[in-house]
């Protein structure tokens, strides 16, 4: 009898890549993840997966743990609305010469506010790579920077020369000396669309804070693109005194939070549930406890997506192939909706 061959992963989930996923924080990093199909994985059938042993069901089970990692990304109604707005805002900036009009998303924690900021960008990009195959040599369609911590200009400055890949910033560069490379790059590589993350390390009480957005106004003013920015309840942050007034006029602003009880909550348990790759899960299980897995969340869908991804891996790693009630009881959720009253407690 021959032996058997070993197991080929890159023939059961050829779209997955096994090493960690660079940062988005530069240039090679976001394009990576917009090249990044999304993952995929086809379980094998019962006899050969009973048949696997050894290295070969180590393997396997890697590369499912791995896919569980990532799976699917949910197009929540508020990701949908982002993607909305935020198209319609660039074709409306397209031949603006005055100030352009800008997109803030506000939320509270794990209610998908980065999920639907980076959805917009990658969906942005791909449309333009499409739309403009021959001519997209050089382009940056997208940028996308955070906020820093008790930031100041310079910092600030520096996340985007960071992400384009500028040589390294040395101590006698002056801010605007960083500030115009930048938008000299960007207006060159016919920028669209800057997506400023955790917008609310921008604290306008203080003089660190007034003159990063002092600095932030700058860019805008001087890069011919759509802003969008997204941070943790920034209307009540940042829409007070006369700079927040200055960047609530110019912004739409878009509001994220808990999903109720309701069909839509339904529906993304739903596909969730069709995502997974267990062996032994009975399908409906967590659609019957949508109710359960509601109250363990908050509705948050952050809470949702981390609490079905991790008991997935735990069900691979322990043998049991399926997400049972026990088991999701088992599995701690954010600290936000535990600390909130949710939890196992409410079954």
Same mark, same amino acid.
Request: glycine share 12%; aromatic share 4%.
């Given at each position: 009898m021959s032996a058997r061959q070993p197991l080929d992963l890159d023939a059961l989930a050829p779209d997955l890549d096994s090493d960690r996923r660079d940062p988005t924080l530069t240039l090679d990093g976001w394009r990576k993840f917009v090249d990044s199909p999304a993952a995929t994985f086809e379980l094998l059938a019962e006899p050969e997966w009973q048949g696997l042993c050894g290295s070969d069901r180590y393997a396997y089970d890697e590369v499912r743990i791995s896919y569980h990692s990532e799976m699917v990304i949910v197009a929540t109604s508020a990701v949908r609305q982002v993607a909305r707005q935020g198209q319609m805002l660039t074709? %409306?900036? &397209? &031949? +603006? @010469? *005055? $100030?352009? &009009? *800008? %997109? @803030?998303? !506000?939320?509270?924690? =794990? =209610? *998908?506010? !980065? =999920? $639907?900021l980076k959805q917009l960008g990658r969906t942005h990009e791909l449309m333009l790579r499409e739309r403009y195959p021959g001519r997209f040599e050089g382009r940056i369609p997208v940028v996308y920077v955070t906020t820093p911590p008790k930031g100041s200009p310079r910092k600030l400055a520096a996340e985007f020369a960071r992400f384009l890949g500028l040589p390294e910033i040395k101590r006698g560069f002056n801010t605007t000396d960083i500030a115009d490379a930048v938008c000299r790059v960007l207006t060159t590589a016919k920028v669209d669309l800057v997506l400023v993350d955790e917008i609310h390390n921008l604290n306008l009480a203080t003089a660190a804070g007034e003159d990063m957005s002092d600095h932030l106004k700058y860019? @805008? +003013?001087? %890069?011919p693109a759509t802003f969008v920015y997204a941070g943790i309840d920034v209307e009540h942050k940042l829409f007070t005194g006369v700079r927040g007034k200055q960047i609530a006029g110019r912004c739409v602003l878009i509001r994220t939070g808990a999903f109720p009880y309701q069909d839509e909550w339904r529906s993304m348990v739903a596909t969730l549930e069709h995502a997974l790759r267990l062996h032994r899960h009975q399908p409906g299980t967590l659609i019957r406890n949508a109710k359960y897995l509601h109250r363990r969340t908050g509705g948050m869908i952050g809470s949702l997506s981390h609490l079905i991804r991790g008991a997935a891996q735990l069900a691979i790693l322990e043998g049991d192939e399926a997400i049972t009630r026990k088991l999701l009881d088992s599995i701690p959720v954010d600290h936000v909706p535990e600390s909130e009253g949710f939890g196992a407690g409410f079954a």
């Open positions: 074709m %409306l900036n &397209r &031949r +603006e @010469i *005055g $100030a352009r &009009r *800008g %997109l @803030i998303v !506000s939320g509270a924690q =794990t =209610t *998908g506010k !980065s =999920t $639907a860019f @805008i +003013e001087h %890069l």
